[in-house]
């Protein structure tokens, strides 16, 4: 009888463990290819792992209780992971160097006019980097990662900006606010109307 109740607990301290992690996973999105389109809507934070690494491994019950109490708190930032190694061109896109590494993606893509056009309409203020790889992104991303919660931060081909902004060179942040534009190249130049005369 005593050995019954024990295999009984046991196996009630092992459902309880269970139902916990896969709860908790269930908070946790695993990301494919079909992340690049879809991050544009929400802001994310990712842990880019690859399946053999062992830090990795130690990190992912962590990783799904930040998970859920991301979803517990009513967050707006969604939680995944991908395997870096799998998909490794977006882990390149976004500078991952080892394993685990953990970003914040809070640049979205603009990837075209019209969606553009939908953000100057929908945001009063709001950053869009123009641009390849360069220190000037680094820096963009920093500033991003510390402002996030007062304005919206974007990235584009120099093809979606509108024809009324002119770069002088590149790469440059622009600046947009109340039918105007800053250019922003490491030091601001001329101000700008987006009203078209």
């Known amino acids: 009888m005593a050995a019954w109740r024990s295999w009984a607990a046991l196996r009630l301290c092992a459902t309880v463990v269970l139902l916990d992690m896969v709860v908790c996973k269930g908070f946790v999105e695993d990301l494919d290819e079909s992340f690049k389109e879809n991050r544009n809507d ?77 953000m100057q309409k929908r945001h009063r203020v709001f950053f869009v980097y123009i641009g390849g790889e360069s220190p000037l992104k680094e820096k963009y991303i920093d ?38 534009y800053f250019v922003y190249d490491g030091k601001f130049q001329v101000f700008n109307s987006c009203k078209t005369f």
């Open 42 to 118: 929400d802001i994310w934070l990712v842990d880019f792992y690859a399946p053999w690494c062992g830090h990795c491994k130690k990190l992912e019950p962590i990783w799904n209780e930040v998970g859920l109490e991301m979803k517990s708190i009513g967050s707006p930032v969604k939680v995944g992971k991908m395997d870096a190694t799998s998909y490794s061109s977006i882990a390149s896109e976004f500078g991952v160097r080892g394993y685990p590494t953990i970003k914040l993606a809070l640049i979205r893509p603009l990837p075209s006019q019209q969606m553009f056009e939908h």
């Open 143 to 180: 500033a991003a990662s510390e402002l996030i919660v007062y304005t919206y931060f974007f990235s584009a081909s120099e093809e979606v900006v509108p024809e009324y902004v002119t770069l002088k060179e590149m790469p440059a942040v622009l600046v947009f606010k109340d039918e105007t």
